[in-house]
T-cell receptor
Framework: GAVVSQHPSRVICKSGTSVKIECRSLDFQATTMFWYRQFPKQSLMLMATSNEGSKATYEQGVEKDKFLINHASLTLSTLTVTSAHPEDSSFYIC????????????FGAGSRLTVL | QQQVKQSPQSLIVQKGGISIINCAYENTAFDYFPWYQQFPGKGPALLIAIRPDVSEKKEGRFTISFNKSAKQFSLHIMDSQPGDSATYFCAASSGGGGNKLTFGTGTQLKVEL
């Protein structure tokens, strides 16, 4: 089945630094990847839609300069949290849609970011 | 984002019982309704999904009931087991299952022995 890998699974950083999270589709080509953010005991909120080879589309209220998304290949999308602050601490989850085949989203295991 | 309302927020069921979680949506353009199961510290995993051309879908112990006119759908977990204890999210999307999902608020299910 389709597998989406996220790395790192956990990251702790100091306030003001930048952190990059990778999302890879391991056994399929992903035309589109989605980035979600989840606070403790809350739902998943869509941050942005990432299409291979083009600029990401951000949801209303999400700072594009704060959360940089790059989708340079059909198997890799990255989310960079720039100048991180404690309020950016959250669980970030990516999902990918296959280029062909079953029209289903596959989610990664998530990345827990803690900003000190 | 268009809302998907989910209830209850939490649910306690005895082992062997039936767990029922309900969702309601507003956007009539939605045409794909999945349910996800999430364990602490993990990403959501697809349980079962339905499209609006059918009123019910069953896979093992999991059943989705769909009421298009009421814009509601529900998840039934038969013979609930302690291993089913997790958070469940309903979701909806338009244009098929590969498009962005709008999630419900989640239901924390606990199955007691």
């Amino acid at each position: 089945g389709a597998v989406v890998s996220q790395h790192p699974s956990r990251v702790i950083c100091k306030s003001g630094t930048s952190v990059k999270i990778e999302c890879r589709s391991l056994d399929f080509q992903a035309t589109t990847m989605f980035w979600y953010r989840q606070f403790p005991k809350q739902s998943l909120m869509l941050m942005a839609t990432s299409n291979e080879g083009s600029k990401a589309t951000y949801e209303q209220g999400v700072e594009k300069d704060k959360f940089l998304i790059n989708h340079a290949s059909l198997t890799l999308s990255t989310l960079t949290v720039t100048s991180a602050h404690p309020e950016d601490s959250s669980f970030y989850i990516c999902s990918a849609s296959a280029r062909s085949g079953a029209n289903v989203l596959t989610f990664g295991a998530g990345s827990r970011l803690t900003v000190l | 984002q268009q809302q998907v309302k989910q209830s209850p927020q939490s649910l306690i069921v005895q082992k062997g019982g039936i767990s029922i979680i309900n969702c309601a949506y507003e956007n009539t353009a939605f045409d794909y309704f999945p349910w996800y199961q999430q364990f602490p510290g993990k990403g959501p995993a697809l349980l079962i999904a339905i499209r609006p051309d059918v009123s019910e879908k069953k896979e093992g112990r999991f059943t989705i009931s769909f009421n298009k006119s009421a814009k509601q759908f529900s998840l039934h977990i038969m013979d609930s087991q302690p291993g089913d204890s997790a958070t469940y999210f309903c979701a909806a999307s338009s244009g098929g299952g590969g498009n962005k999902l709008t999630f419900g608020t989640g239901t924390q299910l606990k199955v007691e022995l």
